[in-house]
């Protein structure tokens, strides 16, 4: 299994985010300054604010989210070639229709979806049950990561989960990565990624 975040890897959120907080929330940010994927910092909100912009984001902006390149093309060719990519995204589970539409939309109707506690700020198990605990990954045969959010390299890093890339975005672009002896990989292209996932896992 490979694991493959969905938001700001295969699919370009993060403009989406910065238009609606403009539009809808007064904030006056651009992709470049958002700084910490956690928009609590990068937007300026409170927590009653983020948490109302969490549920009308997913409630309206989730369909018209554009890929990001080459990801949807480089999935399909290791979906065809075994390789058993799977999306694995801290959406929360209320999002599972949309985001399977969007993947079916995309050419990849035929690949799993785990909605995975990545990050326990909005959405937990009280809230929703359905999410899959992080830990539950280590059942799974996972072989490679490919993620863009440090909080998740750090939980693959303290599982040791599995090699892993981490896909460079504004908010990562001076993250420092925990001490791990998992092999790891920065990239910004999915031919990158491709070429890696398949010397790594070969």
């Known amino acids: 299994m490979i694991y493959v975040d969905l938001d700001d890897v295969a699919c370009e959120t993060c403009d989406r985010l910065a238009d609606f907080a403009r539009l809808h929330f007064d904030r006056d940010v651009t992709v470049e300054s958002m ?9 300026s909100f409170d927590e009653e604010t983020y948490r109302s912009y969490m549920k009308r984001f997913h409630a309206t902006e989730l369909p018209g989210i554009p890929e990001t390149p080459d990801a949807c093309r480089v999935i399909r060719n290791w ?28 050419g990849l109707g035929a690949i799993r979806v785990l909605h995975v506690d990545k990050y326990a700020k909005l959405f ?66 999915w031919n990158e990624i491709d070429v890696i996932v398949r010397t790594t896992i070969s």
């Not at 700084?35 to 937007?43: A, E, I, N, Q």
């Not at 890093?157 to 990989?185: G, K, S, V």
């Open 35 to 43: 700084f910490d994927y956690d928009l609590r910092k990068s937007f």
């Open 79 to 106: 979906a065809e070639d075994g390789l058993d990519p799977v999306i694995v995204t801290g959406r929360p589970t209320y999002s599972n229709a949309t985001t399977l539409d969007w993947l079916a939309d995309h």
């Open 124 to 189: 937990n198990a009280a809230e929703d049950p359905l999410i899959t605990p992080f830990p539950a990954l280590l059942e799974m045969d996972v072989r490679f990561a490919v993620e863009d959010a440090p909080n998740a390299i750090r939980m693959i890093c303290e599982t040791h989960l599995c090699p892993f890339a981490l896909f460079t975005r504004p908010w990562n672009r001076n993250y420092t990565l925990p001490q791990t002896d998992l092999p790891h990989y920065r990239a910004d292209r």
